[in-house]
T-cell receptor, first 113, second 112 residues
Framework: GAVVSQHPSRVICKSGTSVKIECRSL??????MFWYRQFPKQSLMLMAT?????????EQGVEKDKFLINHASLTLSTLTVTSAHPEDSSFYIC?????????FGPGTRLTVL | GQNIDQPTEMTATEGAIVQINCTYQ??????LFWYQQHAGEAPTFLSY????GLEEKGRFSSFLSRSKGYSYLLLKELQMKDSASYLC?????????????FGTGTQLKVEL
């Protein structure tokens, strides 16, 4: 299967700070990147879709100014959680699309104190 | 809208066979995926069905009936490491960049 890396794997931050999560597709080019969030014992909820070189499309209820997505190249996308609050604590997963298959990064566990 | 249903939990015995069902109602259909997710980890791809029928891949098989909006994942010769959540996801329409809609997942527990 395809190799996708995500960094950091875990992060703990104070309320009000910003956290950047990087996602890289190591052995293929991803024209489309999906970002998901998963709360404990719940399914994956799509946050936004981004295509390389263009602005991300956010799902209803997801604040674009709070969750900044940059998809600068075909192998790198970043998600920045700005002014994080405890309710943003979750498991964030990137998902690059390759032809008809979506692969997933290993996820980032964010804990906001 | 999109609606995907799976059982919440299942329990099976090591060495046995288990079938996890998924029913869906979506606006458009361009394929159904099955993923395995261990606790605290990201999902890993298991299978993709776009045509009716059974796709076999080692111990895992996946079946699709588009007319019935129904799929199942069949796991044979169960092993303890198969204890995980199994996610059914539907791709709603053709074209690049289309979004997957996930079911809530079926938590499978394999016992001795």
């Amino acid at each position: 299967g395809a190799v996708v890396s995500q960094h950091p794997s875990r992060v703990i931050c104070k309320s009000g700070t910003s956290v950047k999560i990087e996602c890289r597709s190591l052995d293929f080019q991803a024209t489309t990147m999906f970002w998901y969030r998963q709360f404990p014992k719940q399914s994956l909820m799509l946050m936004a879709t981004s295509n390389e070189g263009s602005k991300a499309t956010y799902e209803q209820g997801v604040e674009k100014d709070k969750f900044l997505i940059n998809h600068a190249s075909l192998t790198l996308s970043t998600l920045t959680v700005t002014s994080a609050h405890p309710e943003d604590s979750s498991f964030y997963i990137c998902s690059p699309r390759r032809v008809d298959t979506q692969y997933f990064g290993p996820g980032t566990r964010l804990t906001v104190l | 809208g999109q609606n995907i249903d799976q059982p919440t939990e299942m329990t099976a015995t090591e060495g046995a066979i288990v079938q996890i069902n998924c029913t869906y109602q979506t606006s458009g259909f361009n394929g159904l995926f099955w993923y395995q997710q261990h606790a605290g980890e990201a999902p890993t791809f298991l299978s993709y069905n776009v045509l009716d029928g059974l796709e076999e891949k080692g111990r895992f098989s996946s079946f699709l009936s588009r007319s019935k909006g129904y799929s199942y994942l069949l796991l044979k010769e169960l092993q303890m490491k198969d204890s995980a959540s199994y996610l059914c996801a539907v791709s709603p329409r053709t074209g690049g960049g289309n979004k997957l809609t996930f079911g809530t997942g079926t938590q499978l527990k394999v016992e001795l």
